[in-house]
Nanobody
Framework: VQLQASGGGLVQTGGSLRLSCAAS????????MGWFRQAPGKERELVAA????????YYKDSVKGRFTISRDNAKSTMYLQMNSLKPEDAAVYYC?????????????????WGQGTQVTVSS
């Protein structure tokens, strides 16, 4: 499956962005999906993940209540709504597809990756 992430940009602290991840090539609804981020000098970390059906979601503690992951299987697209952004949320955000219908918390469990979209949060 091919993944294309978009929606990043520059936003002030407290602002919002919505990231999108468009999938093509295979049946999107078969895959658990995740959003990862990587800041300079830091390891890639899972921000949020969602099962293939969209019924089960996972969030990193620091984004709970601020970020919402969702997917539209009819449009083969996953989203990450990010509200109340903080400077520490700044990173390159990547979408990824897992090898099964469930999601995983480790990057090594994801088989397909998008190219990343930059999120910058000014203080």
């Amino acid at each position: 499956v091919q993944l294309q992430a978009s929606g990043g940009g520059l936003v002030q602290t407290g602002g919002s962005l919505r990231l999108s991840c468009a999938a093509s090539g295979r049946t999107f609804s078969n895959y658990g999906m995740g959003w990862f981020r990587q800041a300079p000098g830091k390891e890639r970390e899972l921000v949020a993940a969602i099962s293939a059906s969209g019924r089960i979601a996972y969030y990193k503690d620091s984004v709970k209540g601020r970020f919402t992951i969702s997917r539209d299987n009819a449009k083969s697209t996953m989203y990450l709504q990010m509200n109340s952004l903080k400077p520490e949320d700044a990173a390159v955000y990547y979408c990824a597809a897992a090898g099964s219908s469930f999601y995983y918390t480790r990057a090594t469990e994801y088989d397909y990756w998008g190219q990343g979209t930059q999120v910058t949060v000014s203080s």
